[in-house]
T-cell receptor, first 112, second 114 residues
Framework: TQLLEQSPQFLSIQEGENLTVYCNSSSVFSSLQWYRQEPGEGPVLLVTVVTGGEVKKLKRLTFQFGDARKDSSLHITAAQPGDTGLYLCAGPVSGGYQKVTFGTGTKLQVIP | DTGVSQDPRHKITKRGQNVTFRCDPISEHNRLYWYRQTLGQGPEFLTYFQNEAQLEKSRLLSDRFSAERPKGSFSTLEIQRTEQGDSAMYLC????????????FGPGTRLTVT
């Protein structure tokens, strides 16, 4: 079973601070996705990382895929209240009809 | 807007009643997924369709749950004889055949069983 563990589980920070969220597995993934979910809504895809060591930037968000493709991180610079939400990593399950497994999630609260 | 839509957004039902949810995927997507999500957790896979064929069902999906996707367009998820443990957010997602791992989610249906 390919599991994705995220840390920390909860994070409450002041506006303007930086933060990093981690997504770890003992299994190799062909790619990893990051989603953000606001309360009462479905997850929204932010980015896909495919190549080991790859770094992608989305405005103040920086995503990195581990060299061994077993982990990923999301770094937010100068967090804003609009960044508040549940951050989920996900990845395709090998051998399973293109099924996707989701991480346990990191709930971020940015206080103005 | 041609995103994924779900109906209803909220459903409150009494234990033992049957409920049915509907999902309309993005029209070009041939893959459709149902997930269940409890508060603060990641979505858990329930079932998956490629066109009208249901290809996989999770062990989470008991005999009280059934899903259909007639004609490979919209999908329905029915829960019979609801139990309080069924209370959750039910999410639908669809994806392209070329990038099935990039999923586009609907807003979800929040089910409360009293």
């Amino acid at each position: 079973t390919q599991l994705l563990e995220q840390s920390p589980q909860f994070l409450s920070i002041q506006e303007g601070e930086n933060l990093t969220v981690y997504c770890n597995s003992s299994s190799v993934f062909s790619s990893l996705q990051w989603y953000r979910q606001e309360p009462g809504e479905g997850p929204v895809l932010l980015v896909t990382v495919v190549t080991g060591g790859e770094v992608k930037k989305l405005k103040r968000l920086t995503f990195q895929f581990g060299d061994a493709r077993k982990d990923s991180s999301l770094h937010i610079t100068a967090a804003q209240p609009g960044d508040t939400g549940l951050y989920l990593c996900a990845g395709p399950v090998s051998g399973g009809y293109q099924k996707v497994t989701f991480g346990t999630g990191t709930k971020l609260q940015v206080i103005p | 807007d041609t995103g994924v839509s779900q109906d209803p957004r909220h459903k409150i039902t009494k234990r033992g009643q049957n409920v049915t949810f509907r999902c309309d995927p993005i029209s070009e997507h041939n893959r459709l997924y149902w997930y269940r999500q409890t508060l603060g957790q990641g979505p858990e896979f329930l079932t998956y369709f490629q066109n009208e064929a249901q290809l996989e069902k999770s062990r989470l999906l008991s005999d009280r749950f059934s899903a259909e996707r007639p004609k490979g367009s919209f999908s329905t998820l029915e829960i019979q004889r609801t139990e309080q443990g069924d209370s959750a957010m039910y999410l639908c997602a669809s994806s392209f055949s070329g990038k099935t791992y990039e999923q586009y989610f609907g807003p979800g249906t929040r089910l409360t069983v009293t």
